[in-house]
């Protein structure tokens, strides 16, 4: 291979510990700095998955652009060019540091922030993180040439790499989230990358003094007796690369819309991803490769089954690990194939180039194509059947013949149904259809394009059936996620059948209206009169004739029908779409029928409210979700500290804080607690049947214990104090902590 690995130099251990250890920490440092900045970030967008996603392009352009330096710097200068034009660099990235954003940073509020994300994460992290973008291949490069015994195959430190990208990633939300903040964070990264940059010359130092009587470094590599690589290969390459990177980025969104909306969850599918990186590169891939190849079709059945066709009878955390160990074997399949056909150390720098455009190219197809051409997240399932597609031997068999007999049987057997008027008289037999499909694919587990094409025929007809099915009439996306109004049918008071209007946001409900003409104006689910905002509003209704009052978030305008004619409503809402959808009297009436005179402020809750007059509301309502989650930044005592700013010394602020996965009490206690405040919880349940009254939970908060005696003495409902909390680390715009409030 390269003349440079016959030379008699020192087969010790050094070299490999040097340069292992100096990847190891570079990963390390590039999966803090992504959780950390997304945090930093998630504040100023309103904690919506897009940020995670949005980053997520950022980083794997900038690890694209870095490989495509490592690659050019490596290929056509010799290595004490090479040497001088990194170290320039290294220095140069010094101005950046400390890593942080610049003060009084606003993300637009009229127009998609996407690309001011983007050049934010540029301006603050750019320069540093292109550096450490650019160590994978170019440190494995100069290992290749090092004369060292394993120097004709360093793919294993790859391996390396990526396994401190995984205890990074790990070490984030169990180790680094709850014991440092944010700005700790963010001296210790600053100095870490001082000591990568001291490293990466020192391993540069090994290679100089390895060629040091070698005056011709790039006719040396020149001479490397490899073959020229194919466009096939490399396109193969590129696919290989795209779809899992796209996988990627359309799990995160999938489950953080309809599985659980939890910021802790975002790292999982990346940790995944990592992993297999880590294994196919392993001694181990000859023998996990085949093994994957095989699992794959088996475990596609049960998944398709049970997570598109009938999700339902899963609970919410055996639906993830499904679809995490799908995308598990999926990834495998995709980066063993990767692996097995890498090239030989001449072509290194090439190869994880065009792999890290693959990657780039997934991402801004998740970023700026999806959401513009899909309303929904079908890049998901799209990929799923790419992923299928890319299984060795896509051309094995008389796939043909395979395929198209059942999968034309069953479109002309749907064809009928379809055009029956009942056809949810035959719903169960559809989805009985749907089932044994699903198992007839692993019979043509040996022919990719037959499994890829039955898997896809499957997952656009329950798509369908599910869309018809839940009724929806509208259904749009936004960078804040998916935004549907559907109609549902449900018993009334007399047990008869009555349509209502629908609001959701990913798998959440957000406001839902009656039709009926006495029922239409009726606050409902988490707003009800009986609830307890309705029994606030109505034990104060002698004295809020002219109150002023602001509600962070909108959702269906429900809270509009609790307004009077003297007061004044402001609604703080993050998402345009949002407000195009309650004002307009084809999906919802409240805004229309009770409010017509409320304002809407379309921003950041935090960042808007920060412009009111301090002390001129009477009421705060916080009532901001993304699905089923409450930013994190709305939480801190930072902003509860903006929020009292903003009421006079009589107001009110109520919490809604209705959630599935995190005890948010937990930390509204604490803030209570240290404060000085005043706050009474209802965790409210309806006595009785009513429709479309649900369980939900609401505290509320004064600077005067006096102000809430009548609340707590009402007979309206059951208010009580806020639970004692220990060992609770406060909340503040530092420091945040998901796991510590995990129910």
Known sequence: MNNMQQNPAKSTVSPVFLFASTLFISATLMFVLQPMFGKILLPLLGGT??????????????????????????????????????????????????????????????????????????????????????????????????????????????????????????SYPFLIEPNIGLASQRLLWSFAYGGLCLLIIGCAVLMWKTHANNQNDVAEIESDDAEPLSTKQQLHWLALAFVPSSLLLGLTQFISTDIASVPLLWIVPLTIYLLTFILVFSKWA???????????????????????????????????????????????VC??????????????????????????????????????????????????????????????????????????????????????????????????????????TYSFRKSPLAIGLLTAVILIFTISLHNMASSTLYQERSFFGVLSVRDTVIADENQRPETVRELYHGTTKHGAERLTAANITTPLTYYSRPGPIGQLFNEFDGENQNWVIGAVGLGAGALACYSKDNQHWHFFEIDPLVVQVAKNPNWFNYLNRCNKKAEM???????????????????????????????????????????LRKLNDNGLLAFHITNRHLAIKNVLADHVNTMHLAALLQEFKPETEQPLVVATDWVVISKNPERLQRLQQSRLGHWQKLPLTFGLHPWTDDFTHIIGIWK
């Open 601 to 643: 402020i379309v921003g950041d809750a935090r960042l808007s409210l920060a412009k009111e007059d301090d002390g001129s509301f009477d009421l705060l309502i916080m009532d901001a979700f993304s699905s089923d989650a409450v930013p994190t930044h709305l939480l801190t005592r930072e902003a509860l500290e903006l929020y």
């Open 49 to 170: 998955p897009a940020v995670w996603n949005t980053c997520m392009v950022f980083y794997q352009t900038l690890l694209f652009l870095g490989y495509l330096y490592a690659h050019r710097l490596s290929t056509h200068s010799n290595h004490q060019r090479q040497i001088q034009i990194h170290t320039a660099l290294l220095i140069f990235s010094f101005i950046a540091l400390p890593v942080g954003l610049s003060d009084n940073i606003n993300p637009p509020t009229d127009s998609n922030p996407t690309l001011w994300l983007i050049w934010t994460l540029f301006v603050a992290i750019g320069v540093p993180f292109f550096v450490v973008s650019t160590t994978a291949p170019l440190l494995q490069k100069w290992f290749s040439q090092c004369g060292h015994a394993s120097s004709h195959d360093p793919y294993y430190l790859y391996a390396a790499s990526n396994a401190g990208s995984l205890l990074a990633l790990l």
């Open 335 to 440: 980066h063993g194939e990767l692996a097995r056909n890498r090239p030989a150390t001449r072509h290194l720098t090439q190869f994880y180039l065009i792999m890290s455009f693959g990657g780039m190219l997934g991402g801004l197809f998740n970023t700026f194509v999806a959401p513009f051409v899909f309303n929904a997240v079908y890049e998901y399932p799209i990929m799923i059947v790419a992923a299928l597609l890319l299984r060795p031997d896509f051309f094995k068999g008389q796939w043909w013949l395979q395929s198209i007999f059942p999968v034309a049987v069953f479109v002309a057997g749907l064809t009928v149904f379809f055009g029956s008027d009942q056809l949810f008289d035959y719903f169960d037999l559809i989805g009985g259809a749907l089932i044994l499909l699903a198992g007839l």
């Open 286 to 332: 000859d023998r996990i490769h085949p093994a994957m190849i095989a699992v794959q079709p088996a475990l596609l059945t049960v998944f398709i089954a049970y997570s598109f066709i009938n999700p339902a009878v899963l609970p919410f955390w055996l639906d993830l690990i499904l679809h995490c160990l799908a995308f598990f074997i999926a990834v495998m």
